[in-house]
Antibody, heavy 117, light 110 residues
Framework: QVQLVEAGGGVVQPGRSLRLSCAASGFTFSTYGMHWVRQAPGKGLEWLAI????????YFADSVKGRFTISRDNSKNTLFLQMNSLRTEDTAVYYC??????????WGQGTTVTVSS | QSALTQPAAVSGSPGQSITISCTGTSSDVGSYNFVSWYQQHPGKAPKLIIY???KRSSGVSNRFSGSKSGNTASLTISGLQAEDEADYYCCSYAGSSTLVFGGGTKMTVL
């Protein structure tokens, strides 16, 4: 079945880096744009970034531009989010999602990132 | 990239209909037919229910419908059921290959 599984979350100190991954299965990963979305504790959803199907184009929300990078390895059906210079306000559950006509039709279960000293 | 505006909470009794509004601007909701709606139960990942403003995602009940007028999109749930109690989020394409979400609406079935 179509599935996305995130990994890589954890507790990290402010200013440090963390890389999240998202393993895709059940669909032709290399033909879809992919997104990252996060949700801070008790808060709403926040769109973070999109990467084109072939990895050539990447776009970010202003809140993470310059600190976060999105990438993908189509040979391994895996999406990544590199998060640098982490702040306490980056504490959230991070979801990867499959894009479909600017909707997000498949979501992972999320991975939790806690930024704390 | 300002968040879309949704009511914080709505409620209705079983069998009734409710509508959740999602107000944006002429730079997002008003300019594109790419509004989507998501249902999220506590502790779960969001689930796509409506895309491109009014198209139901596969397997979604026809009790859910979407529409748009000007800068405001709406989600209507008819024949409310207990399992519809959840948080609902709208999302719109905002140009330059970016998306913006609404703040979310907590829907309670009385």
């Amino acid at each position: 079945q179509v599935q996305l599984v995130e990994a890589g979350g954890g507790v990290v100190q402010p200013g440090r880096s963390l890389r999240l991954s998202c393993a895709a299965s059940g669909f032709t990963f290399s033909t879809y744009g992919m997104h990252w979305v996060r949700q801070a504790p008790g808060k709403g959803l926040e769109w973070l970034a999109i990467i084109a199907y072939d990895g050539t184009k990447k776009y970010f929300a202003d809140s993470v531009k310059g600190r976060f990078t999105i990438s993908r390895d189509n040979s391994k059906n895996t999406l990544f989010l590199q998060m640098n210079s982490l702040r306490t306000e980056d504490t959230a559950v991070y979801y990867c999602a499959k894009g479909q006509q600017w909707g997000l039709d498949v979501w992972g279960q999320g991975t939790t990132v806690t930024v704390s000293s | 990239q300002s968040a879309l505006t949704q009511p914080a909470a709505v409620s209705g009794s079983p069998g009734q209909s409710i509508t959740i509004s999602c107000t944006g601007t002429s730079s997002d909701v008003g300019s594109y037919n790419f509004v989507s709606w998501y249902q999220q139960h506590p502790g779960k990942a969001p689930k796509l229910i409506i895309y491109e403003g009014s198209k139901r995602s596969s397997g979604v009940s026809n009790r859910f419908s979407g529409s748009k007028s000007g800068n405001t999109a709406s989600l209507t749930i008819s024949g409310l059921q207990a399992e519809d109690e959840a948080d609902y989020y709208c999302c719109s394409y905002a140009g330059s290959s970016t998306l913006v979400f609404g703040g979310g609406t907590k829907m309670t079935v009385l």
